[in-house]
């Protein structure tokens, strides 16, 4: 009886260590290419930034990052149909050649899947926000200016607005509202609405995320992340007793 147990002890962990094995050459996990692609280093401008420039690194890819590169959807570790949106690299350069066509909005299919009036294949797909009319604007032209990989900082870091409107929500709205926004927000954090944005520096250390700390998990957890003139903005705004204002 006993010896009949331990067989099937061992037989159970061999196939289990069989399927285990199964499902590690079935299911291959996402290798980025290792050869990085020509002109993946942005051109950087000096500020003063031209107004009618859009620039990748601060104007379209936090937007990407947030509402494309969450986790499960099109970041590295899950790279959701082939598709990676967590850097000029792999958005130019991935295996989906058409997904942005420099020059062509029309026939970049990164803005036919954001324009898609199906809901079954718009992206996000719900319950994510689809992205406002604002950020549809911002990634057709840059595509239309060439989908070049620009980036520009204000030399000057306008200190003065640090207000909740004016300053902080649309810096949230740009980087972290794609994943702490809309029906399934990631850590059940809005940070659209200001009481849970207080909640989240009081309780979540908010500030030590965005300033990427050692011990905290950077936010947002990929690409440039908020710049120093961004970060002061913050720091202002909890100076300030953080005030919806
Ligand atoms: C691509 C998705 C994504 C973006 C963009 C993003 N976050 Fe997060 N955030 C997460 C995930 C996932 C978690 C939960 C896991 C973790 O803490 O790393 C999280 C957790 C947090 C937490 C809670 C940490 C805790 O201790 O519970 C804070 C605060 C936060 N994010 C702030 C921000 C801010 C501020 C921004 C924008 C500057 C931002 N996040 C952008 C995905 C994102």
């Known amino acids: 009886m006993e010896l009949n147990f331990i067989t099937m002890l061992q037989r159970s962990s ?4 069989i399927v285990m094995l199964w499902g590690c050459v079935h299911d291959p996990l996402y290798t980025p290419d290792p050869q990085p692609a020509p002109g993946t280093d942005p051109t950087v401008v000096e ?15 936090p937007l990407i990052i947030a509402n494309c590169a969450q986790s499960g ?23 989906d050649e058409d997904l942005v066509v420099p020059g062509q909005p029309g026939e970049s ?7 898609e009036t199906d809901p ?14 604002a950020m549809v604007d911002l990634i057709t032209e840059w595509i239309a200016q060439g989908a070049l990989n620009l980036s520009c900082q204000e030399t000057e870091c306008d200190t003065a607005d640090h207000s909740w ?17 809309g029906a399934e927000p990631e850590a059940g954090l809005l940070l659209g609405e200001h009481a849970q944005a207080v909640t989240a520096v009081t309780y979540m250390a908010l ?9 905290y998990s950077p936010m947002p957890p990929s690409g440039p992340g908020l ?16 005030p919806e204002n």
């Open 47 to 61: 500020g003063p930034c031209d107004p009618e420039t859009v620039y990748f690194q601060q104007d379209v890819l």
């Open 73 to 95: 959807c099109h970041d590295a570790a899950t790279a959701e149909d082939g598709i990676v949106l967590d850097s000029f690299s792999s958005i130019l350069y991935g295996d």
């Open 14 to 17: 061999l196939f289990l260590a």
């Open 120 to 133: 079954d294949k718009v992206m996000p797909p719900p319950p994510a926000e689809p992205l406002d009319a």
């Open 227 to 242: 710049d120093s003139c961004e970060i002061a903005a913050i720091e202002g705004w909890i100076a300030d007793g953080m």
């Open 207 to 215: 500030l030590e995320h965005v300033q990427q700390l050692e011990g």
């Open 165 to 181: 409107t004016g300053r902080i929500l649309p810096l949230f709205e740009l980087h972290c509202i794609g994943c702490h926004g």
């Open 109 to 115: 299919e990164l803005l036919a899947a954001i324009l």
